[in-house]
């Protein structure tokens, strides 16, 4: 069994719904952690002791841990998620977070922690350091979400026809939201990992090249629905 699994194994517990790196994200609090080599197996217990508590509080939906990226790192990423923002902020001020940061400030050291909510959280698995561009955030959701209020325009408006203008949109709208948060952004982001965050050596290429597909893939899928209104 390697490291990798190892330290997969010590954070895993489905008990309080701790998990290793799936990559789902709803409201979210990032924390960048530094963790020297020698403490990491204090630093997965304290892990686990917060989880735990975070675990108690309605709202609560999962933890996801990132090591560091190579065998020399030191900074971990630990993504906290609720279901809503005010259960993300009960826990922010909760007293049972201020113990556990508190004993975190003690034994390790401090960290830096951001909060991600809106578009931003379909692509919350990245920190600070890693932001994406704005732009690449919008044409993403635009490839996303233009074939879903499409599709579901061209299904439900026959059925909804009888209703007035304003609740067919909505529903529209309720379908098509729900579709993005719990299904269609985190497969996409996971897709477009590579052009949404390009390693230096190939940035520039990944970036053109994925630019240009997706412009060319909307408007072919806007082509598609032109042809089949007609």
């Given at each position: 069994?390697?490291?990798?699994?190892?330290?997969?194994?010590?954070?895993?517990?489905?008990?309080?719904?701790?998990?290793?790196?799936?990559?789902?994200?709803?409201?979210?609090?990032?924390?960048?952690q530094?963790?020297?080599?020698?403490k990491?197996?204090?630093?997965?217990?304290?892990?686990?002791?917060?989880?735990?508590?975070?675990?108690?509080?309605?709202?609560?939906?999962?933890?996801?841990?990132?090591?560091?990226?190579?065998?020399?790192?030191?900074?971990?990423?630990?993504?906290?998620h609720?279901?809503?923002?005010?259960?993300?902020?009960?826990?922010?001020?909760?007293?049972?977070?201020?113990?556990?940061?508190?004993r975190?400030?003690?034994?390790?050291?401090?960290?830096?922690?951001?909060?991600?909510?809106?578009?931003?959280?379909?692509?919350?698995?990245?920190?600070?350091?890693?932001?994406?561009?704005?732009?690449?955030?919008v044409?993403?959701?635009?490839?996303?979400?233009y074939?879903?209020?499409?599709?579901?325009?061209t299904l439900l408006?026959?059925?909804l026809?009888?209703?007035p203008?304003?609740?067919?949109?909505?529903?529209?709208n309720?379908?098509?939201?729900?579709?993005?948060?719990?299904a269609l952004?985190?497969?996409?982001?996971r897709?477009?990992?590579?052009?949404?965050?390009?390693?230096?050596?190939?940035?520039?290429?990944?970036?053109?090249?994925?630019?240009?597909?997706?412009?060319?893939?909307?408007?072919?899928?806007?082509?598609?629905?032109?042809?089949?209104?007609?």
């Amino acid at each position: 069994m390697n490291d990798h699994t190892n330290i997969q194994h010590a954070f895993s517990d489905d008990r309080i719904h701790l998990e290793f790196i799936p990559a789902k994200s709803r409201y979210t609090v990032v924390v960048t952690q530094r963790v020297e080599k020698h403490k990491e197996a204090a630093f997965i217990e304290w892990q686990r002791e917060i989880t735990t508590a975070a675990a108690q509080l309605p709202g609560y939906v999962r933890t996801e841990i990132f090591e560091p990226i190579d065998e020399r790192g030191v900074d971990w990423v630990v993504l906290v998620h609720f279901k809503d923002n005010q259960s993300l902020e009960n826990w922010l001020q909760s007293p049972a977070r201020a113990y556990w940061t508190d004993r975190c400030h003690r034994e390790f050291s401090n960290y830096s922690v951001t909060k991600r909510g809106g578009l931003e959280a379909w692509f919350g698995n990245l920190d600070e350091a890693d932001a994406i561009p704005g732009w690449r955030i919008v044409l993403t959701v635009i490839l996303v979400l233009y074939p879903t209020v499409m599709t579901i325009t061209t299904l439900l408006s026959p059925h909804l026809s009888p209703l007035p203008l304003p609740i067919v949109i909505l529903i529209g709208n309720i379908i098509s939201v729900n579709m993005l948060q719990w299904a269609l952004m985190p497969i996409t982001t996971r897709l477009l990992s590579r052009w949404l965050r390009p390693l230096e050596s190939s940035g520039l290429l990944i970036t053109i090249a994925g630019t240009v597909g997706i412009v060319l893939l909307i408007t072919m899928i806007a082509a598609f629905f032109v042809m089949i209104g007609q």
